[in-house]
């Protein structure tokens, strides 16, 4: 006899289909397992065969072959020990095979026949909406995954025995579906940080609004103790919203590497922070089945680098292409992951060695010392960066002072109002910020009057920009209008722009 039922794997953050067949037939008994295994799945014989027996079930003395496919492509995960079982069973003709038809299953099996969560469940259903099934049987511990994915028929299994009566019968446990609409509208952090506790750094903060309104890459440079490290540490406070498709996006990713919190999605845009130590694989992703690296669990939110200079200079290197492509493509020899990137990277750093370049009543640091210091993130880095914010050393009288200037409550309102106006700006055009403007579309969205061209074609001679540092200053200027509740570009918005690209 011969079955086949579906299951998937993942690569990267993406899900794709997997063939699960099994062939009983006469002969010596056996059971072997072809199609490029991983050594999880080499093992699931033996889970499976106990978890079969355990179940009440007697599995006769056959010759039993399971086959995977396509077989050109390394399979791993311990998610397919269930469709093995099924397969095997339906083979057997204890399922009845017409129940399986036009389903995926997923799930690790205990020996005792207990169906266990796995990881990558939300990217499989959205990947078998996609793909035309007509249901998905996925662990119990793994329903609420299930539950976010509308149009699609979503089943819960809790043991081996559990699943085959339900099959037979057809009485399987349907997922309730969950709107995440009202449940990103409730979803609040309670948050001890605030702007208004920032002291004496009215102007980072205005550049901080400014890099948070449209999305731009934020570099604050100058001396310890400023309030660069605070300043990054409260830019979850004044985020927008994420949108239901924007959540679903950003969940799958955490699916994948089983970080998804029991009975709950992403629901706030992340912020990742690793330490200086960390290296390039870890940041930008692989191994040999590539899995996602900081840059993209922090796809939707912010990549903050604090201490930049200390990182080593080959990790710096690597984002250069994904933070300009905000997605990362990671080859193996046998597979190709595309991994999402578009975050918002912020930087931190002092300016030399010693943190008080360029006071020279304090820092012993020689011009040789502060130009390989600031030789990491010179160059093609520093080209990538919209906004330098330069933070000052501050006055005693001014920490004892209350909340003042510009708190968390009043940027997220100017920055809400300014991101409506991108949104309907940009309504028809598939993007949502102004750091996306594409190249052929600045002229568009970013017209300049003649004596403003003029203006901005001064100061890129006199800066010695690049062609991308040029579009990077009508895009900020763009957000500073926006920012002004402004319909077109002033001169007071580009010398604002322009100032953001020359701190030192």
Do not use: W
Request: proline share 5%.
């Amino acid at each position: 006899m011969f079955s086949k039922v579906f299951s998937a794997d993942i690569c990267g953050v993406d899900a794709y289909p997997i063939c699960v067949e099994a062939d009983v037939s006469g002969g010596l008994p056996s059971f072997n397992m072809v199609g490029l295994l991983s050594s999880e799945i080499r093992e699931a014989r033996d889970r499976v065969i106990r978890a079969i027996t355990n179940s009440q079930i007697d599995i006769p003395p056959r010759r039993v072959t399971i086959n995977l496919s396509p077989a050109s492509l390394r399979k791993q995960g311990s998610g397919f020990d269930l469709p093995i079982a099924v397969a095997l069973l339906s083979a057997l003709g204890i399922i009845n095979m017409e129940k399986t038809e036009g389903r995926l299953f997923i799930g690790e099996l205990s020996l005792d026949g207990s169906i266990n969560k796995v990881n990558g469940v939300l990217p499989i259903c959205m990947m078998a909406r996609q793909q035309g099934f007509k249901s998905v049987i996925v662990p119990k511990d793994n329903a609420f995954e299930g539950s976010v994915v509308n149009g699609l028929e979503v089943y819960s299994a809790g043991t081996l025995s559990e699943l085959i009566e339900s099959l037979n019968k057809d009485s399987l446990n349907p997922v309730s579906k969950i709107d995440l609409g009202p449940v990103l509208d409730r979803a609040y952090t309670e948050s001890s940080l605030d702007y208004g506790l920032v002291k004496g750094q009215e102007k980072a903060k205005r550049a901080t609004m400014v890099a948070v309104a449209g999305f731009h890459n934020l570099l604050y440079i100058g001396a310890p103790g400023s309030g660069k490290s605070m300043m990054a540490r409260c830019i979850p406070t004044i985020l927008n919203r994420m949108s239901v498709e924007e959540c679903l996006e950003v969940s799958r990713i955490y699916s994948v590497i089983g970080k998804l919190k029991d009975n709950s999605m992403v629901l706030h845009r992340p912020f990742r922070a690793p330490h200086h130590t960390t290296t390039d694989t870890a940041l930008i992703g692989g191994g040999s089945n590539p899995r996602p690296g900081e840059i993209t669990l922090a796809h939707k939110g912010v990549l903050f680098l604090d201490e930049v200079g200390e990182f080593k200079r080959d990790v710096i290197e690597s984002l250069r292409i994904p933070i300009e492509q905000k997605s990362i493509v990671i080859s193996r020899v046998s597979r190709q992951a595309r991994m999402p990137a578009d975050c918002m990277l912020v930087l931190a750093t002092n300016p030399c060695k010693c943190g008080f370049y360029p006071d020279r009543r304090l820092c012993r640091c020689t011009d040789a010392d502060v130009a390989h210091y600031m030789s990491k993130i010179k160059g093609p880095i520093m080209d990538r960066i919209d906004i330098c914010a330069g933070t000052a050393r501050v006055e005693a009288s001014r920490l004892s002072e209350e909340m003042d200037g510009m708190t968390s409550e009043y940027m997220r309102g100017r920055i809400a109002a300014a991101q409506s106006i991108q949104r309907e700006r940009f309504r028809d055009v598939g993007i949502s910020y102004n750091s996306q403007i594409r190249q052929e579309d600045i002229d568009i969205f970013c017209p300049l009057k003649d004596p403003l061209k003029d203006l901005l074609n001064k100061a890129y001679k006199k800066f010695n920009m690049t062609a991308r540092g040029y579009y990077k200053v009508l895009k900020v200027a763009r957000t500073i209008a926006d920012l002004e509740e402004s319909r077109d570009i002033q001169k007071n918005h580009l010398l604002e722009a322009i100032s953001y690209r020359n701190i030192y």
